[in-house]
């Protein structure tokens, strides 16, 4: 049974009863999380305990009846904890905290309890500016890199507990080292190991019970066996007492604002941190459950209701609150999905704390520890995993090889100056990916006329000449953005063109942004190939379509003919590579548009004796068109070939403003021979591009003149097959 039909199955009791499950399965989480954000008070650290049940208990409540997400139960997960962890460390260094009272503690509490208020407001802000959709656009090298910085922080700080010393020992001195407890550290990973081999052998089984009770067990049967032996400290006793909304009273002591004066910049970027990380967190774990669960969350209400449970947590004392993937997955995994399951783990988790205390405070910190060792290692990123995997089987791709050292360097940076940096460094590195991306997309192709000609076919005097010239017209097509990360890649291919070179086409129709940086380089370019002797021409630009309009916006191109357009403006890389052939032709001293081909040198007439060509002259009839006259329309009858002797005809295919072209025939070129070969139905418009002349010999006149002359008709079909053969072999 899937997840979806095993959720629909279970009835609102039931699925209650297994969020109840899930909130025993977490205890533990919960536990080592709190002892976690406050390890650096040392023998008070269980005040993080207390701190995190307050927050699942309070914030908890509040994100279960607001939340949106297909599983709205919110508690601390590793990357808030180790982020408020480092503000209480710096807090523990000022000796005006008395940490030996109950107001220094209280002082110190309350301004990390601040910072929890500021994660909210700051949450609810993201929300109300709709900046939630953001979290979709982080790239996943730099969220796997500071997840998995923030796992290695986890391990570091688990090692001196699973040595038997306190939490903040600094293990770089001998002499600490020499204290360590080899039995210890067995126990921690004997719990993890526990944890582990559960979770691979019986998967629908409690691993984290069954892990937490082991290592209880084992510790004290060590203890037992082995008098004086000394494996670290137990939780101790829990500060129990009623949850009240005066986590922030200690403030308004007289002499909390020195403290605050000192501390608010520390306390207000830990509050950024707190919101900017759980929000990203929370958002994708959102994602994901909407996956599982086939349903869609709403981002905007996301932070708002997450923002709001973090700023009731934070005014009774709690610690931070985000949507936690491990809570999600065992949800997901027991069918309690809905706002059911997360009240139901609410009120668990109040029963814990106000009946269980005595028992929470005999947990060997070993023990937890090595829970926290499972954390760690299940928050490290798969994705990376993966990546590693294929470097060790021998892939080298300059992709793979991007992506691991960003993530090299994001987890670098977070384990060695903290999360502030990490954060901006992730945020720099995505920057320079999407610039770095956008840059290396934005040059598509690159071909010379000569490998991409135009759609026109010239006469054979024009054709050769082309042939030897298009190599000296250059197409650069583009795709992507053009803006101030892509336009020098675009300008250094435009300074690598040959000397000879004397036209540039870009062709812009596949790009999809212009900034002001683009269409500056554009007008820049075009004056510097101007200098030159280069053209410029800018292809899948018009006066009415985005591109045209977002480059004189910027003041780019204002100049124009008098109907509106430009000269070095196209439709497409097809007209646009036919204005440079033109350029070519023009340059050598051939006006195409005044080429006018006598009948007698026709491509039809190739070959034939002046008799022969007169008998053909007399089937024939000419038709004089205007500019933008309809030859034949898609669709009419076969039933004669045309000889064009003047002007230009193109045959137009779809419909719309801008209609594909197929061909464009010179002056000397057959029309419609194969529709009046096969008797088949025109393919597609023939329009008169310019003032033309053209010839037509009908099917029953061509047939009249092969009955009554079989060596002309052999001539004139031999003609038509060389004058395809001549199309389908390419430009000429």
């Keep these: 049974m899937g997840e979806r039909q095993k959720v629909g199955a279970l009835t609102p009791i039931v699925r209650s009863l297994s969020g109840a499950v899930v909130a025993l399965e977490t205890v533990a989480i919960v536990l080592t999380l709190g002892l976690l954000a406050?390890?650096?008070l040392g023998a008070s650290a269980p005040l993080g305990i207390a701190a995190a049940f307050v927050a699942v208990m309070t914030g908890g409540l509040v994100y279960a009846l607001l939340g949106s997400a297909a599983s709205p139960s919110a508690g601390p997960t590793s990357a808030t904890a180790l982020i408020l962890a480092g503000l209480v460390a710096q807090l523990v260094q000022d000796v005006r905290f008395d940490l030996q009272s109950p107001e220094g503690l209280a002082m110190l509490m309350a301004l990390a309890a601040s910072s929890v208020v500021l994660m909210g407001l700051f949450q609810i802000l993201m929300g109300w500016a709709g900046l939630g959709r953001l979290a979709r656009f982080v790239p996943q090298p730099v969220l796997a890199g500071f997840m998995n910085g923030v796992a290695l922080l986890i391990l570091f700080s688990q090692i001196p507990i699973l040595l038997g010393l306190p939490p903040l020992t600094r293990l770089t001195d001998p002499t600490v080292l020499s204290q360590a407890q080899p039995l210890a550290l067995f126990v921690g990973l004997a719990t993890a190991g526990t944890v582990w081999l559960v979770n691979w052998?019986?998967?629908?089984?409690?691993?984290?019970l069954i892990g937490l009770a082991f290592g209880c067990i084992l510790f004290a049967i060590l203890l037992a066996a082995v008098p004086g032996l000394?494996?670290?400290?137990?939780?101790?006793?829990?500060?129990?007492?009623?949850?009240?909304?005066?986590g922030l009273q200690p403030l308004a002591d007289s002499g909390a604002w020195e403290l605050l004066r000192d501390h608010g910049k520390s306390v207000f970027l830990t509050g950024a941190i707190l919101a900017v990380i759980g929000s990203l967190e929370s958002l994708l774990v959102a994602l994901a459950s909407d996956q599982r669960g086939y349903s869609q969350h709403d981002p905007g209400r996301e932070l708002l209701s997450m923002g709001a449970a973090n700023m009731v947590s934070g005014?009774?004392?709690?610690v931070p609150l985000v949507l936690s993937n491990a809570r999600c997955v065992l949800l997901f995994k027991n069918g309690a999905v809905g706002r059911g399951p997360a009240l139901a783990s609410v009120i668990v988790y109040f029963l814990i704390y106000v009946l269980a205390g005595p028992l929470l405070a005999m947990l060997p910190k070993v023990v937890l520890a090595g829970m926290m060792v499972t954390i760690a290692v299940a928050l490290s990123d798969r994705w990376t995993r993966q990546l590693l995997g294929q470097w060790w089987s021998g892939e080298r791709s300059p992709d793979l090889r991007h992506s691991l050292v960003v993530v090299a360097l994001v987890g670098v940076v977070t384990v060695l100056f903290g999360f502030v940096a990490a954060v901006g460094m992730g945020c720099l590195l995505a920057m320079l990916m999407f610039i770095s991306a956008m840059n290396r997309s934005l040059i598509r192709g690159r071909f010379s006329a000569l490998e991409r000609p135009s759609r026109r076919i010239y006469g054979p005097a024009q054709a050769r000449l082309l042939q030897l010239e298009r190599q000296r017209v250059v197409l650069i097509e583009l795709e992507g953005a053009l803006f101030f990360g892509s336009a020098e890649r675009l300008g250094i291919a435009a300074s690598a063109l040959a000397p000879d070179c004397r036209c540039l086409v870009l062709d812009l129709s596949q790009v999809s942004?212009?900034?002001?940086s683009g269409a500056m380089l554009l007008q820049q370019l075009s004056g510097?190939?101007?200098?030159?002797?280069?053209?410029?021409?800018?292809a899948g630009v018009s006066a009415d379509n985005d591109r045209g309009k977002r480059l004189r916006n910027f003041g780019c191109f204002r100049a124009s003919l008098?109907?509106?357009?430009?000269?070095?403006?196209?439709p497409d890389a097809d007209r646009a590579i036919e204005a440079a052939e033109q350029m070519l032709l023009s340059a050598a001293g051939i006006d195409a548009s005044q080429t006018v081909v006598p009948l007698a040198d026709a491509s039809l007439m190739r070959s034939l004796s002046a008799d022969q060509f007169a008998r053909v002259r007399q089937h024939m009839q000419a038709h004089s068109l205007r500019a933008g006259e309809i030859l034949f329309h898609q669709g009419d009858p076969g039933d004669r070939l045309y000889v064009l002797t003047q002007g230009s005809i193109s045959i137009i295919g779809g419909k719309g403003p801008v209609r594909p072209r197929f061909v464009s025939f010179s002056p000397g070129i057959m029309i419609g021979e194969i529709s009046m070969l096969d008797g088949a139905g025109r393919s597609a418009d023939a329009i008169a591009?310019?003032?033309?002349?053209?010839?037509?010999?009908?099917?029953?006149?061509?047939?009249?003149?092969?009955?009554?002359?079989?060596?002309?008709?052999?001539?004139?079909?031999?003609?038509?097959?060389?004058h395809l053969a001549d199309r389908l072999r390419g430009p000429r």
Excluded: Y
């Excluded at 005014?315 to 709690?318: H, I, V």
């Excluded at 008098?562 to 196209?570: C, Q, S, T, V, Y």
């Excluded at 092969?706 to 001539?715: K, Q």
């Design 38 to 40: 406050f390890a650096p």
């Design 201 to 208: 052998k019986w998967s629908r089984a409690s691993a984290s």
């Design 230 to 246: 000394h494996l670290g400290d137990v939780v101790g006793p829990l500060p129990l007492g009623q949850v009240r909304l005066d």
């Design 315 to 318: 005014l009774c004392g709690g």
């Design 513 to 516: 942004m212009i900034d002001a």
């Design 528 to 538: 510097q190939l101007e200098h030159r002797g280069v053209s410029l021409l800018l």
């Design 562 to 570: 008098p109907g509106g357009g430009r000269a070095d403006w196209w």
């Design 689 to 722: 591009d310019t003032d033309a002349v053209v010839w037509s010999l009908t099917r029953d006149s061509f047939d009249a003149l092969a009955l009554a002359d079989p060596l002309l008709g052999e001539r004139l079909t031999r003609n038509i097959a060389i």
